[in-house]
């Protein structure tokens, strides 16, 4: 049974930095490609960033670009989200996801094509 656990969120002023961590268990993690989700209150879910299996690629939203940064240690069962110079729309929970293994040669932004999810952990950034 695959589990996805995010742990790193918190409280920060803008312009701080944080670090999400996502540790995948049940699984080797080298067969999935991971992404990043988040929803802010009162709003759906929606796509941040995406890493290939093997790091070969990565896809961010242009609201993040610049800003964020995704990476995977495959040896570690893990992936993580830099996350510098934050800013108060950036408040909201942030969900890891596990693709189908089929699909993890490619860059995923669609959360339809992701398969596993974690519970999410809460980012909120004060002005």
């Known amino acids: 049974q695959v589990q996805l656990v995010e742990s790193g969120g918190g409280l920060v002023q803008a312009g701080a930095s944080l670090r999400l961590t996502c540790e995948l268990s049940?699984?080797?993690?080298?067969?999935?490609?991971m992404g990043w989700f988040r929803q802010a209150p009162g709003k759906e879910r929606t796509f941040v960033s995406t890493?290939?299996?093997?790091?070969?690629?990565?896809y961010y939203i242009d609201a993040v670009k610049g800003r964020f940064t995704i990476s995977r240690d495959n040896a570690k069962n893990m992936m993580t989200l830099q996350m510098t110079n934050l800013k108060p729309e950036d408040t909201a929970r942030y969900y890891c996801?596990?693709?189908?293994?089929?699909?993890?040669?490619?860059?995923?932004?669609?959360?339809?094509?992701?398969?596993?999810w974690g519970q999410g952990t809460q980012v909120t950034v004060s002005s």
């Open positions: 890493i290939t299996w093997n790091s070969s690629s990565t």
């Open positions: 049940g699984s080797n993690i080298q067969n999935y490609a």
């Open positions: 996801a596990a693709t189908a293994p089929y699909n993890k040669r490619a860059v995923q932004t669609s959360p339809d094509l992701y398969i596993y």
